[in-house]
């Protein structure tokens, strides 16, 4: 097992009270495995990639357990995090683009990063050097200022230094979402390639954009409103997903060929709930076409068949 | 292109050149020569990534922005040069929705205050007679006058926030909606209801400017798309030919990398190569089929 | 200094999460929070839990019933020598003399009063200007910013020093009126900066076009949609000027090239100086200017702190 979550809940402070960004999350990835996690905003998921790597000042652990190769990964403690990030716990945090600073080299600031950690810059260099060519890259990238780079550069040089230190989680944080079409397929594809080097043993790439984890990801993870809805391998969320979240989801998705006047494509009516005080039972209920009286009891996340995983008593019965 | 008289908006060799660098020097053409046009109760698309100029066109529809070169024409008047009086009665017939529903409301107003702004416009009418508009107004784009009306814009939804403003535009009974990526922030499950309301005016005659820089809802929504890039642009047609048939390596090379559900990109098939373009002069269109033109490859240098 | 800029990216003002990118992820927000969280009313609230801003607030508050009150408890005209020379602090006379008889106590709440005029004054007038040429150069652009940035610029240049000694040997400065004129006059180019780059970034976010879009006028998008949005900003602005006012005056006086015929903190402390209070040990001749000086200053500043603290929920870190 590469990566172990149990029972994870994490509340963010904010103006008005504890904000219930996740709440009982369970799950594991294996050795090599791509996860996605997947959800609209403000359902939990970005909390639950910072969560891992305690990258928020604003999180509050309180409660439940995360397993990294058999080591408990100390989420509740900022300073003892910091041995393990970059190391074993690495991300490609949302804005990307901007992670470099302005000011300075490229170059300069991976020095920063890496001496932080107390690796000399010097001998890792050279490894630096190879991973920027094989993403397309040259060397005299390190010395030039972030703005003379376009994005999807950007991007890719914030990938390479991020998991320099070949890190055994990577969590990368909506990284396509501000890219065009074309960089976002090269960003993809270069996620599957550094799995499939071992730069990185396991990743979760959160997102919104299904599309792109069903080309990307192993496995999907959905997430609805601070809770887990459904995991299960991409095709099967894809093709035969049990959710009613889910399927209501992915049959909203437009694809290229399905035109308005042929296939009406219908939405989910309603919005998800307000997280500072979310409803007793299943977070979906409000909204879902098959809520029937069972559905005031909150539905366990159980394994219905062989890797697939679901939150709902209609699915599971 | 199409039946003559009917037109709309017809744009004509626009072009809009920023003039860059210290003591302005150098000039960046982000739109370069772009015709097209829009008939009433017709859906065009705007298709390109960041860099293609397509919000610049949005935005010199809208008079928000003067363009350098070429003329926009609206039911046959100039309308690239108007000023104040002209331009209010412009604003009668076309408006403007934008990407973020956040950034659109002022926050320290209630969101029913762009509700409000537009009542300039009707100095005639009397309070009942407006507040039955509006609640009219709100009904068209299923909006639920009690949840909307009094409410500061941090209490709504994004969805919410783009239909009350998609609902101002109704207020003055527009022609003609220019609406600049209008979805893409907000969530995918209420996405397709804001489309599909645009879908629902545009067959009652409203015409639809729809920029975007997703293929799958440009193919979904519209009847005719053009495709840009650099300011240029490299295919235009309809919709189903443009995307039946794509011709132009770019227009291939974007269908090619958007993510599909139930297909995996092609690992084996290389994509399409685009050679580089920058340059000033734009390529001149070609008419592959009916009803769909293609930018002459090997020109744009 | 371009004829036409391009557009620029919507940049985050204060208070506000970013706006997503181009080509759009759903709208950033703190999970299940209002993205744009309502400033009035949370204002007080937060406000009164800063500490920062509070104790600002407090001493700010203290010294200014000091220079309200304080001339009211003494029947001493500030200037005036009514009593034995040098003399500490008694019942009497409660902060002592000076080395020419004159009530320390009287001259420095005249003092305080003096700075507080000074500092509304020439920090009001250089808001006024700093935030008009502001608006007009930010909103406009074009030819109009190239123009008002080059005044900006030069007057930003002018050694204020050197304008005043000229001023002061040619004009007779004998009023804080004056002197806070001039102050005024002077210190307005970085308020103008600041203004302008927040209405350049403000002037991007879609409301403005949309103002625009139902034909309100440039003057009445500037009053009713901008400025209200830089309300916080304005305000600590204004703070900033206050203070600032308050130590440029406190510097002339000091340095002699303020008004002779009145009492002001900095001339206190030049007259202590002069008279060499400092190797004479009367400590409470130079002390009390000095530190009234401080106080005042310093609570602006930190209250200014404290105030950026509440309107940008960012900085308030657990």
């Known amino acids: 097992m590469s990566l172990r979550v149990d029972d994870l809940t994490v509340y963010y402070r904010s103006l008005r009270g504890d904000v219930k960004a996740v709440d009982g999350a369970t799950f594991s990835i294996e050795d090599g495995e791509i996860m996605g996690l997947a959800g609209e905003s403000g359902c939990g998921k970005s909390s639950l990639g910072k969560s891992l790597i305690r990258m928020d000042a604003r999180m509050k652990h309180v409660g439940g357990r995360v397993e990294l190769d058999g080591r408990e990964l100390p989420i509740a403690d900022d300073r003892k995090m910091n041995e393990f990030r970059f190391r074993d716990v690495s991300i490609v945090p949302q804005y990307s683009m901007s992670a470099l600073t302005p000011t300075r080299k490229v170059g300069t600031v991976a020095r920063e990063l890496l001496e932080s950690r107390d690796v000399p810059f010097d001998t890792v260099k050279a490894e630096l050097v190879r991973r920027l060519t094989l993403v397309g890259l040259s060397e ?46 090269a960003v993809g594809e270069l996620l599957v390639e550094f799995r499939d080097r071992g730069f990185v043993k396991s990743m979760i790439v959160i997102t919104h954009d299904l599309a792109i984890l069903y080309q990307v990801a192993d496995t999907i993870l959905v997430m609805y409103a601070g809770k887990l809805a459904e995991k299960a391998p991409a095709e099967t969320i894809v093709g035969a997903p049990r959710h009613p979240y889910t399927r209501l989801l992915i049959s909203s998705l437009p694809e290229v060929g399905v035109r308005f006047d042929e296939t009406r494509l219908a939405g989910i009516p309603g919005k998800p709930p307000s997280l500072l005080s979310p409803p007793a039972g299943c977070r979906f209920r409000d909204r879902c076409p098959l809520a029937f009286a069972k559905c005031e009891e909150e539905p366990p996340f159980v394994e219905i068949e062989p890797g697939h995983e679901v939150a709902c008593w209609k699915a599971a019965a | 292109m199409l039946e003559g008289g009917r037109l709309m908006l017809a744009l004509d060799g626009v072009s809009k050149v920023y003039k860059v660098g210290t003591f302005g020097g150098k000039r960046l053409r982000a739109v370069n020569d772009v015709s097209f046009q829009v008939a009433p109760g017709e859906v065009v698309s705007l298709i390109g990534e960041s860099g293609s100029g397509k919000s610049t066109i949005g935005r010199m529809v809208l008079g928000l922005s003067r363009a350098t070169e070429g003329t926009i024409s609206f039911e046959g008047q100039d309308v690239s040069r108007l000023e104040r009086r002209r331009l209010h009665a412009y604003y009668a017939d076309v408006q403007g929705v934008f990407q973020d529903p956040f950034s659109s409301y002022n926050p320290i107003f209630k969101a029913d205050r762009v509700l409000a702004l537009v009542k300039g416009f009707f100095p005639e009418i009397g309070r009942s007679e407006w507040d039955e508009k509006v609640e009219n107004a709100l009904n068209a784009v299923r909006l639920e006058p009690g949840a909307c009306l009094g409410k500061y814009p941090h209490q709504l939804s994004g969805g919410q926030l783009q239909r009350m403003l998609i609902a101002r535009a109704l207020l003055l009974d527009i022609k003609l909606l220019v609406a600049d990526e209008i979805i893409s922030m907000l969530d995918a499950s209420t996405r397709i209801d804001v489309l599909n309301l645009l879908g629902d005016l545009k067959e009652r005659g409203l015409g639809v400017l729809f920029i975007t820089h997703d293929l799958s809802l440009g193919n979904y929504i519209s009847d005719r798309a053009v495709i840009l890039r650099h300011g240029m642009i490299v295919e235009a047609g309809a919709t189903s030919k443009v995307f039946g048939n794509p011709v132009h390596p770019y227009t291939r090379m974007l269908l090619t990398s958007v993510p599909q559900l139930h297909t995996k990109w092609d690992a084996t098939r290389p994509r399409p190569v685009v050679e580089q373009t920058s340059g000033e002069t734009a390529a001149h269109l070609v008419e592959v089929e009916p009803d769909h033109l293609v930018a002459a490859v090997g020109e744009t240098s | 200094m371009s004829v036409s800029e391009p557009p620029q990216p919507g940049v985050a003002v204060a208070g506000e999460t970013v706006s997503g990118p181009a080509t759009g992820a759903p709208a950033l927000s703190e999970p299940g929070v209002p993205v744009a969280p309502h400033v009035h009313s949370e204002f007080l609230h937060f406000a009164l839990r800063n500490w920062k801003f509070v104790a600002g607030a407090t001493i700010v508050l203290a010294c200014l019933l000091v220079a309200l009150v304080g001339p009211l408890l003494t029947a001493n005209a500030p200037l005036a020598f009514t009593g034995p020379t040098d003399q500490p602090p008694s019942s009497e006379y409660w902060f002592g003399t000076t080395s020419y008889g004159q009530d320390v106590y009287s001259q420095f709440v005249y003092g305080l009063r003096a700075a507080f005029l000074v500092g509304s004054l020439g920090g009001g007038i250089a808001w006024v200007l700093g935030a008009g040429v502001g608006f007009t150069a930010g909103y406009r652009g074009g030819w109009i910013d190239d123009v008002l940035n080059m005044l900006t610029n030069v007057v930003l240049v002018i050694p204020t020093l050197a304008i005043l000694i000229i001023v002061a040997a040619y004009l007779q400065v004998q009023s804080y009126w004056a002197e806070a004129v001039i102050i005024g006059l002077t210190s307005w180019p970085w308020a103008a900066r600041a203004v302008r780059s927040q209405t350049f970034s403000l002037k991007t976010r879609e409301f403005v076009d949309l103002a625009r879009l139902s034909g309100r006028s440039t003057r009445q998008i500037l009053t009713t949609e901008l400025a209200p949005n830089m309300s916080s900003y304005l305000l600590m602005m204004f703070i900033l000027l206050f203070g600032g006012a308050i130590l440029i005056g406190a510097s002339l006086d000091f340095l002699g090239l303020g008004p002779s015929e009145s009492i002001s903190l900095g001339l206190m402390m030049n007259n202590a100086f002069l008279a060499s209070a400092l190797l004479l040990g009367s400590w409470w001749w130079f002390l009390p200017p000095g530190l009234g000086i401080v106080a005042l200053v310093g609570g602006l500043y930190v209250m200014n702190v404290g105030l950026d603290e509440v309107f940008n929920p960012k900085l308030r870190e657990t």
Not at chain 1, 140 to 151: D, F, M, N, Q, T
Not at chain 1, 155 to 173: F, H, K
Request: net charge negative; aromatic share 2%; hydrophobic share 45%.
């Open chain 1, 140 to 185: 005299a990238v390190l010395e030039r200022y972030p703005i003379e780079l376009s994005g999807g550069m950007k991007q890719r040089t914030v990938m390479v230094i991020s998991t320099l230190l070949d890190p055994s989680l990577l969590i990368a944080d909506e990284i396509t979402s501000a890219l065009d079409v074309s960089s976002q397929r």
